[in-house]
């Protein structure tokens, strides 16, 4: 099956762990309403690698992250939950990210659920797609 949804951040609160004045290393904890095939909000924990920065303008960076995606909610009416992994890059003011749904995290009527993913964030819109199965 395939779905598609939006999505936006509720909450982005990013701490530096490490940097200089070249790069950074940060930890971010996020939530997300999701609105579409997908209806819920996630909450994940982002790593991130700034290769470039800009501290009076975020939208000029340059950064690889990697996350743990916990959605909760409805996957094209059937609830549950489960957990994404986020693998994705940050330039020019848009992320790129593939998804893989980790096998085994799937709860109530989402029990079971396999699959992959992309989405695509700018300032001006997101989009998730999922092509998933459910054993």
């Given at each position: 099956m395939k779905t598609t949804a939006t999505y936006s951040p509720t909450k982005w609160d990013e701490k530096p762990y490490e940097q200089s004045s070249t790069m950074k290393l940060t930890k971010a904890s996020v939530e997300?309403?999701?609105?579409?095939?997908?209806?819920?909000h996630g909450l994940v924990e982002y790593l991130m690698f700034y290769s470039s920065y800009d501290d009076h303008d975020p939208h000029k960076?340059?950064?690889?992250?990697?996350?743990?995606?916990?959605?909760?909610?409805?996957?094209?009416?059937?609830?549950?939950?489960?957990?994404?992994?986020?693998?994705?890059?940050?330039?020019?003011?848009?992320a790129n990210s593939s998804l893989t749904i980790?096998?085994?995290?799937?709860t109530d009527e989402l029990r079971g659920i396999t699959g992959a993913g992309t989405y695509t964030a700018s300032q001006k819109s997101?989009?998730?797609?999922?092509?998933?199965?459910l054993k």
């Amino acid at each position: 099956m395939k779905t598609t949804a939006t999505y936006s951040p509720t909450k982005w609160d990013e701490k530096p762990y490490e940097q200089s004045s070249t790069m950074k290393l940060t930890k971010a904890s996020v939530e997300f309403a999701f609105h579409g095939q997908m209806e819920g909000h996630g909450l994940v924990e982002y790593l991130m690698f700034y290769s470039s920065y800009d501290d009076h303008d975020p939208h000029k960076a340059a950064a690889r992250y990697v996350g743990l995606i916990r959605f909760k909610g409805e996957l094209n009416g059937k609830t549950g939950s489960f957990v994404l992994e986020d693998r994705g890059m940050f330039e020019g003011g848009v992320a790129n990210s593939s998804l893989t749904i980790i096998p085994g995290s799937g709860t109530d009527e989402l029990r079971g659920i396999t699959g992959a993913g992309t989405y695509t964030a700018s300032q001006k819109s997101s989009r998730c797609d999922l092509t998933y199965e459910l054993k």
